[in-house]
Antibody
Framework: EVQLLESGGGLVQPGGSLRLSCAASGFIFRNYGMSWVRQRPGKGLEWVSSICASFGCTYYAESAKGRFTISRDNSENTLYLQMNSLRADDTAVYYC???????????WGQGTLVTVSS | QSVLTQSSSASASLGSSVKLTCTLSSGHSSNIIAWHQQQPGKAPRYLMKLEGSGSYKKGSGIPDRFSGSSSGPDRYLTISNLQSEDEADYYCETWDRNSRAFGGGTKLTVL
């Protein structure tokens, strides 16, 4: 059974940093691309960033470029999102998601809440 | 212009059928999409992958009541024999090599 378990969310002040983690199990992690998707309170889903399976190619939404860094540790089956220079509008639930064979997302984590506030 | 456009809301009666629409913008009309369901207070769940030909493949455990179809730039999700647990937000997703995008979501109310 595929499981994605996010952690690392919490309350952070504007301008601060946070690192999210996503522990993956139930599939061969190193073979699949992964993404982070967020959902602001009361709003829809918003793609944040993706990372390729093996070569580590990374892609970012405009809102994340220059502030967020996606990475993965295939030996630990873990996905990360380093978030710097956080703003109030980064407040959201952040979901880790598995990408199906270079196509759409086929599994979602339960999400972790990030609140940026003073 | 958004890549994916969805109606903000839909409603249908218990036991009836409903067809939700996701429209791809010009230049993306042949894209493959995915449909996802998000029940209140829960994480999203993958429903199916849907091609421009109308061919679709559902995720594990998705009931037969859920089906997909396509016409030009429109991608449809049909839910038959509506149940109370189908009341949820439904999102379509598409992607290219460098990015992915979601529609704004359709809130389905089961009457």
């Amino acid at each position: 059974e595929v499981q994605l378990l996010e952690s690392g969310g919490g309350l952070v002040q504007p301008g601060g940093s946070l690192r999210l983690s996503c522990a993956a199990s139930g599939f061969i992690f190193r073979n699949y691309g992964m993404s982070w998707v967020r959902q602001r309170p009361g709003k829809g889903l918003e793609w944040v960033s993706s990372i390729c399976a093996s070569f580590g190619c990374t892609y970012y939404a405009e809102s994340a470029k220059g502030r967020f860094t996606i990475s993965r540790d295939n030996s630990e089956n873990t996905l990360y999102l380093q978030m710097n220079s956080l703003r109030a509008d980064d407040t959201a639930v952040y979901y880790c998601a598995k990408i199906k064979d270079g196509a759409g997302i086929d599994y979602w984590g339960q999400g972790t809440l990030v609140t940026v506030s003073s | 212009q958004s890549v994916l456009t969805q109606s903000s809301s839909a409603s249908a009666s218990l036991g009836s059928s409903v067809k939700l629409t996701c429209t791809l913008s010009s230049g993306h009309s042949s894209n493959i999409i995915a449909w996802h369901q998000q029940q209140p207070g829960k994480a999203p769940r993958y429903l199916m992958k849907l091609e421009g030909s109308g061919s679709y493949k559902k995720g594990s455990g998705i009931p037969d009541r859920f089906s997909g179809s396509s016409s030009g730039p429109d991608r449809y999700l049909t839910i038959s024999n509506l149940q109370s647990e189908d009341e949820a937000d439904y999102y379509c997703e598409t992607w290219d090599r460098n990015s992915r995008a979601f529609g704004g979501g359709t809130k389905l109310t089961v009457l």
